[in-house]
């Protein structure tokens, strides 16, 4: 009786999704998912516009645009070490037969679901579709940083500057005309002060750089400037320091009590030489798509935002709370007077049947829940007038197994099978379907444009 119940349940929802996709296809939208009921200059590319108060994007047919994407879109999915395999990429192999035909498939659904961009880390094979994009550059990774250790790159170097101009000549020049490239991430959650991955502010990382190395010259021309006697130290500082407390007890070395105010001016100084670089650069190789910022992983620096401002189009943000962190993003947007995307946010239910025991956000009970928290987050994210966007993570689960990091968790808009998680995709059709109107006020709790703003 109860499966009978869900069928029954499934019948009607995907009636209904197919009535708000015709409807959509109908009238609403253009072929690049954008709004037709707002438009402005069309230029061939994306750019972003604050109209009568609320921000959007603007596609390259001059409509209203919101970036609804999936991070992840990929043929193989995430490799089970312990397997030695993909469990997902062998599911779709044996499916599609050809990365092609499952690139179409996946575009289809994503259309469907009223989605419209991919996201960070997608197959090359979906950039190939016509569907708006948005690469991961790594810029900082191709320089020696490491993301997910905390490894920050030496932004003052030779090194550094050869090799984002390497990394975005390659990545950014063939693509420079293509219409449905969105815009780049220039990398993904670099560590710009303690976090789970350090305790350590990006000062002390640069005084342990080697002593011949741009970036702990940089940090020493710093102190001297701020600290008249640290230039009397020299043979003192040939000593690499492990901690700020060693650095304390040279004579005339910052207090304690100052450290804090130390280490935020440095970073606004690492901050601003590393998007200027990453700008120039992008800029050189492809003047006409936008910069997306860096993906923050959850908190952002002021000082980090301010030298930011000058440099992104977009200020992009992940998070994993249930709601979205709305005076955080309001402040943001008071530093930088930049729109943002949510570009990493996600929700994973226990009777999935993954473990659900490696990953953000704590899961949920059913997919259910799933459902409801999207559309409960979507509904309040949207009612901020300066967002542009909200990426989900990610198209398909995480193996049982774990993949390179022991995550394992139920991510996916489809389970390693490629079977849809249809509970999910159901309400997200509706509330994508939604989205520019609840973003315009006209539907789902209008958008108070003064108060937001405030």
């Not at 249930?322 to 008071?334: G, Q, S, V």
């Not at 490629?418 to 509330?431: F, H, K």
Request: charge should be negative; aromatic fraction near 14%.
């Amino acid at each position: 009786m109860i499966k009978f119940a869900y069928f029954l349940y499934l019948i009607a929802a995907l009636s209904i999704v197919k009535t708000y996709a015709a409807d959509e296809a109908a009238s609403d939208k253009d072929k690049l998912g954008g709004w037709k009921k707002i438009a402005s200059e069309a230029t061939a590319f994306f750019y972003v516009k604050e109209i009568d108060g609320v921000w959007w994007i603007v596609n390259p047919a001059g409509n209203a645009f919101l970036s609804k994407g999936v991070n992840h879109i990929s043929f193989f999915a995430d490799n089970a070490p312990q397997l030695g395999y993909s469990p997902y990429g062998r599911a779709t192999q044996k499916k599609y037969g050809t990365e092609g035909a499952w690139a179409k498939a996946a575009m289809e659904n994503l259309w469907r679901w009223n989605f419209n961009t991919a996201g960070a880390w997608c197959s090359s094979s979906m950039y190939k579709q016509e569907f708006p994009y948005t690469p991961v550059l790594d810029v900082a990774s191709h320089a020696g940083a490491n993301w997910q250790k905390g490894i920050f790159p030496d932004v003052f170097s030779k090194k550094f500057r050869t090799a984002a101009r390497s990394a975005i000549q390659a990545a950014c020049r063939p693509q420079r005309d293509n219409k449905y490239l969105l815009g780049y991430f220039t990398d993904n959650e670099l560590r710009w002060g303690p976090d789970w991955r350090s305790p350590d502010a990006l000062l002390m990382d640069f005084l342990r750089f080697d002593h011949e190395s741009e970036g702990w010259n940089r940090a020493i021309q710093f102190l001297k400037e701020r600290y008249s006697t640290v230039d009397a130290l020299n043979e003192q500082w040939k000593i690499k320091a492990k901690s700020f407390e060693e650095l304390s007890a040279i004579e005339s070395f910052p207090p304690s009590d100052a450290r804090a105010e130390a280490e935020e001016m440095f970073v606004k100084i690492v901050a601003g030489e590393y998007f200027r670089v990453c700008a120039e650069e992008i800029r050189d190789a492809d003047p006409h798509h936008m910069i997306l910022g860096c993906r923050f992983a959850g908190k952002a620096s002021e000082t980090v935002l301010e030298a930011m401002a000058p440099y992104a189009d977009i200020v992009s943000f992940n998070t994993y709370n249930f709601t979205p962190p709305a005076e955080t993003l309001k402040r943001i947007y008071e530093i930088t007077k930049r729109p943002i995307m949510i570009t990493e946010f996600s929700f994973k239910a226990m009777d999935s049947g993954l473990p659900n025991t490696r990953g953000a956000g704590k899961p949920l009970a059913t997919q259910k829940e799933r459902a409801e928290h999207f559309t409960e987050f979507i509904t309040q994210l949207l009612q901020l007038p300066f967002v542009v966007g909200y990426h989900w993570f990610e198209y398909a689960d995480e193996p049982a197994e774990g993949r390179f990091d022991g995550e394992n968790s139920n991510y996916g808009l489809v389970n390693i099978k490629d079977e849809p998680w249809e509970i999910l995709t159901t309400e997200m059709t509706q509330t994508n379907f939604k989205a520019e109107k609840i973003h315009a006020g006209l539907e789902g709790g209008k958008a108070n444009v003064d108060e937001a703003n405030r």
